[in-house]
């Protein structure tokens, strides 16, 4: 059995600390994209229930009772003076009194990316895909540690 010196150890153990930042990051990037995942469910699955809710009065007595469940008051504000009947009457849309206060806000509010000047949109669209490590990049990435 060959002897293992003092500078091969060094090497594989900095190639060990590289493959663990990259399966940390890649478990965060996952973690991520889960998370996005179920906020986008919560999204829908609220949107469906508003729209049943608008539809038919026994679901819309079922959502009475969901939103009388609501306990934290940071959760309670966002249904302060909010109706499913004002729902209805705005055809699903965000209430004027919600809009007023967006717009009042001004430089807080999100913009659509098409309201974003196009160089800012390409370096978003820059920065996701330096984000996103594929298994091609994978292996150009072990490869060029080595």
């Given at each position: ?38 906020t ?14 608008a ?47 967006l717009?009042?806000?001004?430089s ?10 196009a ?28």
């Amino acid at each position: 059995m060959a002897k293992i010196t003092a500078d091969q150890l060094a090497r594989l153990q900095q190639k060990a600390d590289q493959h663990n930042a990259r399966l940390q990051a890649a478990k965060a990037r996952l973690l991520e994209t889960e998370r996005k995942l179920d906020t986008r469910r919560k999204i829908i699955a609220g949107g469906l229930l508003f729209d049943a809710a608008a539809k038919d009065k026994q679901w819309a007595k079922h959502l009475s009772v969901l939103l009388s469940r609501i306990d934290r008051p940071n959760d309670k504000d966002p249904f302060e003076g909010w109706s499913i009947a004002q729902y209805k009457a705005e055809g699903g849309k965000l209430g004027a009194r919600k809009q007023a206060m967006l717009d009042a806000n001004g430089s807080d509010e999100v913009q659509p990316a098409e309201a974003r000047p196009a160089e800012a949109r390409a370096d978003e669209v820059r920065a996701d895909e330096e984000d996103d490590l594929t298994p091609e990049d994978e292996r150009s990435t072990a490869s060029a540690a080595e």
